[in-house]
């Protein structure tokens, strides 16, 4: 059996329905996995939800806003009995489009990215850890950035709220780590994703802003695929409380 098959496993996805969360979802499934989509707009899951049954696997569609945690109470209870167990927890759902400096920021406006961005993580992490505390096995996987480990001028609740999940994913891993739980983050780079469509594809920003980047370009979202296959399986059996950075070499030169 390949250390990377995930036949049997079941997983749970929020911000699925576009992006990175969308891609790691289909690649769960083409590793094995059956699947739990939850985001906000239920057209978009049912288009990722159709990619994942013609890989032959069940994909059940949860709507749900992940900064309720009333929301999330639910969505993961209604994930364990549709899919019986889960494995695999991915907190996926994130972003932000604000670019200002601090003095310009409305406290209401960081109040909602901090809900977004790190609430929801631990609405999803608490909710679930009664169920993996029991089965005592499971492998969660959040999904931070780089805006977390490197300064992230005029990009400041982004990146404070992703320095939250991280500190977070270390903390539940020391917690659970005796329980058979592994608990790991994921920090994508600058990625070609629809939150990040205008700089992309405009023709001197986009260059401009992976200049500093060693490999000279974004990353494709699809290149976050194999590393959450590594974190989900049994290839990565004895990794807990690691921030796996896929940024193109982007930290190594801070």
């Known amino acids: 059996m390949s250390l990377f098959d995930l036949s049997g496993k079941t ?3 929020t911000g699925a329905s576009r992006g990175i969360g969308k891609v790691i979802a289909v690649a769960l ?3 094995g996995a059956d699947l739990a989509l939850v985001a906000r707009d239920a057209d978009a899951l049912a288009e990722t939800a159709s990619d994942i049954t013609i890989l032959g696997r069940k994909a059940f569609v949860i709507t749900a ?9 639910h969505a993961v209870a209604l994930a364990i009995d549709q899919l019986g167990y889960v494995d695999v927890v991915v907190n996926n759902a994130g972003g932000s489009n604000f670019v200002a400096g ?5 406290m209401s406006g960081w109040d909602k990215l901090m ?12 909710a679930f850890a009664g169920h993996l505390l029991e089965r005592r096995q499971g492998s969660v996987i959040n999904v931070a950035s780089v805006a977390g480990v490197a300064s992230s001028p005029y990009r400041a609740p982004y990146g404070a709220a ?40 405009d023709p001197q920003a986009g260059p401009a802003t992976v200049a500093s980047v060693p490999m000279r370009r974004w990353a494709d979202p699809e290149e976050m695929a194999g590393p959450v296959i590594f974190l989900a399986s049994e290839a990565s059996s004895y990794m807990t409380g690691q921030v796996l950075v896929v940024d193109g070499g982007q930290t190594a030169t801070a």
């Open 102 to 106: 601090f003095r310009d920021l409305r």
């Open 115 to 126: 809900r977004l961005n790190l609430d929801s993580t631990a609405y999803v992490c608490h």
């Open 29 to 31: 499934a083409g590793a």
């Open 11 to 13: 997983a749970f996805v």
């Open 65 to 73: 806003d992940v900064t309720s945690q009333q929301a999330v109470e």
């Open 162 to 201: 992703k320095a939250g999940v991280i500190s977070l994913t270390r903390s539940l891993a020391v917690e659970w780590g005796g329980e058979g739980i592994r608990v790991n983050a994921l920090c994508p780079g600058w990625t070609a994703t629809d939150m990040n469509r205008t700089l992309w594809e």
